[in-house]
């Protein structure tokens, strides 16, 4: 069998006497769209957290593609091949939209802190950049500072800056929080697209995306993941519907999805 | 497809020509500005201005594009300088032959390896932590200065000869006005290299730093090397600033790497515009003809600086420079006339408010220094008499008057230059 994109092994967090993450061991296959689930509070930003080097796990091993990257600084794990978005907007706001995607994939075009090399003579990431941005809708949005977008054009541009350096392995904080019901059908497409042939790993609330898209869900709860499957199975799994109890609105989302 | 992609290199190559102009254009204006200001005193200005713009810039690659509020730059500008000056020193003692003209590249490696020194523990964090290491440095370097004297050289600080070196096409530059010839190359080359460091992937990511730093990280890069790189090239424009100097006055002191330096860059570069690359350029003009020309006038100069620095940080964080474009818009639209009769009602009451309160500083401030039985003094080419009230009545309704109205006017003024820059004023709804 081949090595999994992510692998954790007993992967612990705590904050102070607080466990935040208590023991996840969890496979993300290559190639598969994997989604992370559970309630509110039950750690999901915190283990995307641990994953991108965001925060240092108190315990436990991170794999990427075999190999370990526990306590890695977030720009190291990001040159091996992991890139993130963000569930709040985390964009470069007084740059033009244009430059956000560019500077998503200056390191990983092999340009790294070259102060000899002049950004506009490179016409491979000029066009790159521009091929990025026709693919998030942003084109003719090109040149104004990327504050000034719309929140569903940030959360585009968040999705652009993640994929501009081609990482294989793409993880999506909530990518379509806050977002209105045709917006969010476009930002499933746009997902779809851009992490065909792609390691997608995503924390989702909304149950009509996750189902949409997933080829596998875990569900997270309270630190614990009490299961790892497909979604149909995870639908009809018992202890993953009593999890939800609590939160009734999702449990019936989830059925109707 | 292939009509869009020509137009872009089209678009490119125009774009291209465009900035070649400015460039060809503004050594052209170095060329000719001895030949329009050919008084003694408007050459000094002038070096002295030439050092400010390469020492202004330098600055900004910290604070305008990197992100970096330093206390502590006139460190590098001062290091940079003393070093340039031992290396004169050393051509005139025939310790070694080496062109006079080049030893401001000395002082800007200089000024590069005490920021590669510096940088590599201050650059860790920016904001505070970053600033208050700066003020520290700063500090501790003034202090060393007095202590350090073998290269320092105490007090009265290090001076030399800067014509003894070998000349270049027949100048030694024994006049100011080589040295103008000199200075006008060196900021020229200086301001290229620093406007096209701004514009290479270090340079870039310094913009992407100082915006986001964590999103930084997240594609790949380091923020304290993205920031140390910048800190170093801003220590070594610094540093051939302060060689610059070195070869216009033939001494430097303490005075030139103390907080005072470090704050009047600060001053050049926000008052001009931090957030454009001209910004710095703009400020160091401006601020060199208050410090020259102003000081010549009032010994309130530096007060009168502080007031315009206030009053951008209060009203303009732009700078001018921000000031100028926000007129483009309206001069695109071809509206900029519109706000000609608008402007116009504000000199009156604005210069009333000037005087009105210049008079009072300046009578306050003689009264208190002036000699005993001496009671009539000069403002505005007129002579009073401070100790009647007349002239403090006179100057106080001016200033009552003048910012009354100007606060009246005010709003009037902010609406025509609203509807001189909105798109959907009438007259342009398509």
Known sequence: MTEPAIRLRDLRKNFGRTEIIRGVDLEIGKGTRHAIIGPNGAGKSTLFHLISGKYEPSGGQIFLHGEDISGKLPFEINRQGLSRSFQVTNIFPRMSV???????????????????????????????????????????????????LTYAEQRALEIGITIAGGADVIMLDEPTAGMSRSETDQAVELIRRISEGKTLVMVEHDMGVVFDLADKISVLVYGELIATDTPERIRGNKAVQEAYLGTAEEAEEMADA | MSVIATTGAATTRRATFRRLAVWLVSAAVLLILPQIFTSGLAVTVMNQMGIAIVFALSYNMMLGQGGMLSFGHAVYFGLGGFFAMHMIDWVDQQLFVFPIYLTPFMGGLFGLFMALVIGSFSTRRAGTVFAMISLGIGELVAALSLILVVFFGGEEGVSGDRTTGPGIFGFNFLQDIEVYYLIAVWVLVAVLFMYLFSRTPAGRMANAVRDNPERAEFVGYSQRTVRLISFCAAGFFAGIAGGLFAINYEILTEQNLNATTSGGVLLMAYIGGIGYFIGPIVGAVIFTLLQTVLSGYTDLWVLYVGLVFLATVLYVPTGLTGIMMMHVPAWRLGRLRSLVVPYLTMVIPVAMLFCGLVGLLEMFHYRNGAPTGEVEMTVFYVTVDFTSPLPWAVFTALTLAGGYLTRRLAPAVAASFQAATSYDAKGSSA
Not at chain 1, 117 to 138: A, F, H, K
């Open chain 1, 98 to 148: 244009f430059e956000n995607v560019r500077c998503g994939m200056l390191w990983s075009a092999g340009y790294r802190y070259a102060f000899w090399r002049l950004v506009d003579q490179l016409r491979d990431l000029t066009e790159e950049s521009e091929r990025i941005l026709e693919e998030i809708g942003l084109a003719d949005r090109r040149d104004i500072p990327a504050g000034v």
